[in-house]
């Protein structure tokens, strides 16, 4: 997720990807290592070409990249551009925990004046 284009076209961008379930399979299999696009496409029933697809979607994402060692092309997932994205979403849950333990302490107040 590096380059000139605005932080949040990028992570619009990975989002979107994100919106598939097939991409969310293929994201949470590179969270435990490389794979190549075989192993990739086991779980899943479509083709290789589809999976292929969904990989440059992740790829343009800016969330997986692809090496080449020898004859296989393992498929990575971009650590950092995920973080990113745990980050965006982590700093409004955080928010939103805080006002519902706000809601909780006005509820309890007035559960206990109500009861008195």
């Known amino acids: 997720?590096?380059?000139?284009?605005?932080?949040?076209?990028?992570?619009?961008?990975?989002?979107?990807?994100?919106?598939?379930?097939?991409?969310?399979?293929?994201?949470?299999r590179l969270s435990r290592g490389s794979a190549t696009v075989n192993e990739l496409a086991e779980p899943f029933d479509i083709t290789l070409q589809a999976v292929s697809k969904h990989i440059a979607v992740l790829e343009q994402a800016g969330l997986v990249t692809r090496t080449r060692e020898a004859q296989?092309?393992?498929?990575?997932?971009?650590?950092?551009?995920l973080e990113s994205l745990t980050s965006w979403i982590d700093r409004y849950r955080l928010l939103h925990e805080e006002q519902f333990r706000r809601?909780?302490?006005?509820?309890?107040?007035?559960?206990?004046?109500?009861?008195s």
């Open 1 to 28: 997720m590096r380059g000139t284009e605005g932080k949040e076209a990028r992570m619009d961008r990975a989002f979107a990807a994100l919106a598939d379930p097939v991409r969310r399979g293929i994201i949470a």
């Open 72 to 81: 296989r092309r393992p498929v990575h997932l971009d650590d950092a551009a």
């Open 103 to 115: 809601l909780d302490a006005v509820l309890k107040k007035e559960t206990k004046e109500g009861t």
